[in-house]
């Protein structure tokens, strides 16, 4: 069975400053996709970036993005120059291309200090 | 001009009523999905409708009960509601059953006291 796993249940970042989310993954599928999804207060479920396996270029999007080590099964989101409005709850994301089961790691809640 | 809805927002209730939870979509998606959100903030997957078919249906109890009737909307009944219901559920959807990306309703946070 697929696993993701978030080890920092916490981060803190200073505005303006970067802050980087660890995700690690289990899986014996090769094609698969991961995500990052951003839950601030309101409770809404927002994608933030995707990657998927086969691509080695790692994604970005705009002020996010990520590290993929597909080797060491780690994907990890960077956001430089944090705003207040990225203070949320960040969960990293698992799909295998063959299935439309997304499985959650516990998720970071990231708090942005003025 | 909402993608993805759901009804109610806040829904609280006492243990051993049935309740239902709405959602309709108008992505023109033919996927739908249920996921639970507990307490402790942990998403997992309920069930998945694809083309009004049941899909994916994970280890719930059967005191949860989908219904699809159209391709647009996805109800979730819940039967003689406990204490550990108590949840955020939230409804997506997606073009297809192996498309990437899922889009999100707001969640239906319930309460059963």
């Known amino acids: 069975a697929q696993t993701v796993t978030q080890s920092q249940p916490e981060m803190s970042v200073q505005e303006a400053e970067t802050v980087t989310l660890s995700c690690t993954y289990d899986?014996?599928?090769?094609?698969?996709?991961l995500f990052w999804y951003k839950q601030p207060p309101s409770r809404q479920m927002i994608l933030v970036i995707r990657?998927?396996?086969?691509?080695?270029q790692n994604a970005t999007e705009n002020r996010f993005s990520v590290n993929f080590q597909k080797a060491a099964k780690s994907f990890s989101l960077k956001i430089s120059d944090s705003q207040l409005g990225d203070a949320a709850m960040y969960f990293c994301?698992?799909?295998?291309?063959?299935?439309?089961?997304?499985?959650f790691g516990e998720g970071t809640q990231l708090t942005v200090n003025p | 001009d909402t993608a993805v809805s759901q009804t109610p927002k806040y829904l609280v209730t006492q243990m051993g009523n049935d309740k239902s939870i709405k959602c309709e979509q108008n992505?023109?998606?033919?996927?739908m999905y249920w996921y639970k959100q507990d307490s402790k903030k942990f998403l997992k997957i309920m069930f998945s409708?694809?083309?009004?078919?049941?899909?994916i249906n994970e280890t719930v109890p059967n005191r949860f009960s989908p219904k699809s009737p159209d391709k647009a909307h996805l109800n979730l009944h819940i039967n003689s509601l406990e204490l550990g219901d108590s949840a955020v559920y939230f409804c997506?959807?997606?073009?297809?059953?192996?498309?990437?990306?899922?889009?999100f309703g707001p969640g239906t946070r319930l309460t059963v006291t």
């Open positions: 899986t014996s599928e090769s094609d698969y996709y």
């Open positions: 992505l023109g998606h033919d996927t």
């Open positions: 409708y694809n083309n009004k078919e049941l899909i």
């Open positions: 990657q998927e396996a086969y691509k080695q």
């Open positions: 997506a959807s997606s073009q297809a059953t192996l498309a990437e990306e899922q889009y």
């Open positions: 994301a698992y799909k295998v291309t063959s299935g439309s089961r997304l499985t």
